[in-house]
């Protein structure tokens, strides 16, 4: 009876690896929402790392993270460090790319709590008086994070704190319009 619970859980562990293994080795996520402001406003608020503290999701989840600022004032060579909490962790942001008005690319390096490299990305298409903005975050996943993504549903999670920090940006350029 031993050998064949064994067996089982053998096969199911098997099964479990082919079905990690099996998914994709880039993980992309991104949500778009329209806001009421034109698109210079939207721009700046992405564009210059010292007005994500109104409107990022990780600063609502952990207000006491310690924060700084390198480099240049905005776009690119402008960089953010924060140590957090274990929900944000610590390390940096490096705008690398930054078109006024289209394009903000920056690089995430994850030092705590766990090492990743990531990219974020938001693009904005104006319409009329509205800004139509759209945040992605892309990165190459290892088999212990493609794991953690499938048990811990990760896309959901990380889109959801997307949508929220558009949510929160929405709501800091409307009241100034």
């Known amino acids: 009876m031993w050998k064949w619970i064994v067996v089982a859980l053998a096969a199911l562990i098997l099964v479990f690896i082919g079905v990690v293994a099996m998914q994709p080795d880039e993980l992309r996520v991104e949500r778009s929402m329209t806001m009421a402001a034109p698109v210079e406003d939207v721009f700046a ?11 990022s999701p990780w600063a609502k989840i952990d207000p ?8 240049a004032e905005a776009g690119e060579g402008a960089v953010f ?17 930054s078109k006024p008005d289209e394009l903000v690319r920056a690089r995430v ?7 990743d490299t990531s990219m974020t990305e938001f693009t904005f298409k ?31 999670m990380l889109g959801d704190q997307l949508e929220k920090g558009l949510s929160n940006m929405k709501s800091v350029v409307e009241a100034t319009h």
Do not use: R, Y
């Open 45 to 55: 608020q992405v564009n210059n790392f010292h007005n994500w503290d109104a409107w």
């Open 64 to 71: 006491n993270a310690k924060v700084g600022f390198e480099g």
């Open 81 to 97: 460090t924060w140590a957090g909490n274990s929900e944000v962790g610590k390390g940096t942001m490096t705008i690398i790319e």
């Open 109 to 115: 390096h994850m030092t705590e709590p766990f090492e």
């Open 126 to 156: 104006p319409d009329g008086n509205a800004t139509g903005v759209t945040w992605g975050m892309s990165g190459q996943h290892n088999f212990m994070q493609k794991a953690m993504c499938l048990v811990m549903n990760g896309k959901k």
